[in-house]
C-alpha cells in the first residue's frame, strides 16, 4: 500500500523506494518514543505523504532562479495600501502609533509587545484594539 502511493508521488522507483524506508523509519522512531497512533494504516499514509512534501520543498529550495524569476515587481496596488496604513499609523495617539509601528515591523505576540515596552499585557492589548479600530474607521472612510 505505501509503496503503490509512494510511485505515486515520486518520479522514479528508487525514489518511492527511499519514500517508503525513510516513512518506515519515522514509525518505527514513534513506536520507540512511545507515541499512540490510533489507525497505523492511516498514519503510515500520512507520514508517506508529508515525506514526500518535505522532499519536493528541499528540491524546491535548491533550484536555481532563472534570469526571469530574478526579480519580481511589487503589486502596486498592495503598495498603496501599505503606505496609506503607515499614513494613518502616524495620525494616531503616540502610544498607539509606537504598538502599530511595531506590529508593522512584524512583531505580533501581545506577551512579546509588554515586554519591548514595558507596559502591561492588558493595557497593550487595548491600546491595540484602539487603534486597529480607528486605523479601519480611517481607511474605510478613505475608500468611499
Same mark, same amino acid.
Given at each position: 500500500?505505501?509503496?503503490?502511493?509512494?510511485? !505515486?508521488?515520486?518520479?522514479?522507483?528508487?525514489?518511492?523506494?527511499? @519514500?517508503?524506508?525513510?516513512?518506515?523509519?519515522?514509525?518505527?522512531?514513534?513506536?520507540?518514543?512511545?507515541?499512540?497512533?490510533?489507525?497505523?494504516?492511516?498514519?503510515?499514509?500520512?507520514?508517506?505523504?508529508?515525506?514526500?512534501?518535505?522532499?519536493? !520543498?528541499?528540491?524546491?529550495?535548491?533550484?536555481? @532562479?532563472?534570469?526571469?524569476?530574478?526579480?519580481?515587481?511589487?503589486?502596486?496596488?498592495?503598495?498603496?495600501?501599505?503606505?496609506?496604513?503607515?499614513?494613518?499609523?502616524?495620525? @494616531?495617539? !503616540?502610544?498607539?502609533?509606537?504598538?502599530?509601528?511595531?506590529?508593522?515591523?512584524?512583531?505580533?505576540?501581545?506577551? !512579546?509587545?509588554?515586554?519591548?515596552?514595558?507596559?502591561?499585557?492588558?493595557?497593550?492589548?487595548?491600546?491595540?484594539?484602539?487603534?486597529?479600530?480607528?486605523?479601519?474607521?480611517?481607511?474605510?472612510?478613505?475608500?468611499?
Amino acid at each position: 500500500m505505501l509503496t503503490r502511493r509512494a510511485r !505515486r508521488l515520486t518520479r522514479s522507483h528508487s525514489a518511492a523506494d527511499d @519514500l517508503v524506508q525513510e516513512t518506515l523509519l519515522r514509525l518505527i522512531q514513534r513506536a520507540r518514543r512511545g507515541g499512540p497512533i490510533d489507525d497505523l494504516p492511516a498514519y503510515a499514509m500520512r507520514t508517506l505523504t508529508n515525506q514526500a512534501r518535505m522532499s519536493w !520543498r528541499r528540491a524546491s529550495d535548491t533550484e536555481e @532562479l532563472e534570469e526571469d524569476h530574478a526579480t519580481v515587481q511589487p503589486e502596486a496596488p498592495m503598495r498603496l495600501d501599505c503606505a496609506d496604513a503607515l499614513r494613518v499609523i502616524e495620525t @494616531l495617539p !503616540r502610544d498607539q502609533a509606537d504598538l502599530m509601528r511595531l506590529v508593522a515591523g512584524g512583531e505580533s505576540s501581545p506577551a !512579546r509587545l509588554a515586554k519591548l515596552t514595558g507596559l502591561p499585557q492588558g493595557t497593550v492589548m487595548s491600546r491595540l484594539s484602539r487603534a486597529r479600530a480607528r486605523l479601519r474607521r480611517e481607511l474605510e472612510g478613505e475608500m468611499e
